[in-house]
């Protein structure tokens, strides 16, 4: 199954040279020398560069506890970095006020490690929270309240992972591979310019998980959405990337086009 | 393998910790402080076996309970109850956006927040540690005798009980939902009630459900001070020794506070059980 997988991701030319990635003007996130410890003795990144072209899907790889959630929460800013600058759709946000960082924010659909959805209201309700980064205010807190067309749109993205038919089912009660394609849908409803997902396959069936890599790719090729996924399934991480990082005890210590790149290399980066 | 064993039952924590000279002497004050308490609460056994036939009397001459005065004991009852429901959905609604400024974490720290925190605890603090009964006196000489200055004794009661175990609830929800929201680009507001409100739901109506039960039971002895509703008749029939009148009254008030209690609990297990799937 990973053989014709690595070969059509070979096939397709990646949007953005990852040589010109770090200098390329269209650069939709750059991070310089990330910085970030919790507590006095527990230093988790030590200066993390790197960047993501526009239009381009990178993938991040690492052991467990190498610190790839820290970075991408970092790049948000859900957690301050000690030091580092982000660049985000060029906009320095490292020392950005709440109200220009919510701007900022609302672009990126985060997909967290644990799917995060509030629990004991519906999907439908969760999907439509995805929204609130652009209009605020009681019509974006619920499926009950929202306007018509919030919902069609909701259920829009819920159909684009195949859940339409659980819309209304609580989100406490799905499963936990149905969870994460609801907050997958969440993010779609931000109409994003860019996807950071946080080990999005992890706990899908190996159908479902290819499904939505092939949903991820289908919305950097087709809908130009820029791309920075996590993964420790290297071939899975190779096949739907143009480019691969991996992040080894808070340190990037690879940097290249996927193309270029074997499983048994990325296999290296582990241990 | 013996070198193992004598080797790992060196590294074996004691039982017990020795405590230190400091807390031995802690320990004694404090039995010492227990026996004394005894003391000082007046404990007289001589008193109990003397107070036994007083009671036997008060017992048997309140037997049987009197019917006479049944309906307007009965629309009394209803008085204290009404104020109780009404006080404790006042002060819920109080509570709310309290519970919200009393709770960490749900803003982003800074100096304002810390003043808004403490200045909200602070307040909720003074609402629950003074008793609803010195509540009742203070709104008696704002509002005048009646129900009302009861209702809102308990309203205020209530805000210092469920305003505590609201930003209690708010504190100890799971973090990712609104974690999700905020980097979604939702406001902090919006994230409270969208994310920090639904998963605090279930610990908000067993809160709300004890707090009624409380003040159900306090609107009882609220009556006494003039706050309304049926202590004031239970005030009155002591007074009187028509001890037979003052049995139906207490057995009302046990009546409506079991059925209180009963339906509080029937609800909260219907509640858990739908938040544990
Ligand atoms: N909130 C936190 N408080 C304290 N330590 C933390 C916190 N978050 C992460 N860490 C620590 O930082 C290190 C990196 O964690 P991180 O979640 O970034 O790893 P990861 O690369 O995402 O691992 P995984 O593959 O298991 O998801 C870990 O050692 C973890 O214990
Ligand atoms: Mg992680």
Redesign the interface.
Known sequence: MAQPLLQSAGAVAPAVPAAHAGTNPLCDLKVEGLCKSFGKDRSVLHGVSFSVGREEAVALIGSNGAGKSTALRCA?R?IEPEAGSVLLFGEDISSAR?RQ??????????V?Q?H??????SALTNVI??N???A??MR???QLLAATALRDRAMACLDRVGLADQALK?A??LSGGQSQRV?IA??LM?QPRMIVADEPVASLDPVAGQEVMDLFRQLTREEGITLLFTSHNVQQALAYSDRVLAIRQGEVVLDENSSGLSAADLGKHYG | MADLLTFNRSRLPERFERPGALHFVAYVALLAFVVWSFQGAGWSFSALVSGGPALADFLSRSWPPSLERLPQLSKALLETFQMALAGTLIGIVLSLPLAVLAAKGLT?PSLLSRAVYTSSRLLIALFRTVPDLVWALVFVIAVGLGPFAGTLAIAVDTVGFCGRFFAEAMEDVEK??A?????????R???I???VV??A??SFITTSLFALEKATRSSVVLGLVGAGGIGIELKVAMDFFDYQLAMTIILMIFVLVLCVERLGTLARSRILEG?S?
């Open positions: 948000l859900l709440q960082l919510r701007r900022v924010r609302a672009e990126v659909g985060f967290f644990k995060n959805l509030v629990p004991r209201v929270h995805g609130l980064g652009r605020g205010g974006g807190w619920s609580r406490d009660q907050a969440r993010a931000q | 982003r990712g939902p974690e999700a929201l905020t980097a979604a680009g939702a406001s507001f919006d994230t009630f969208c994310a639904p998963a739901m279930p938040s799937q």
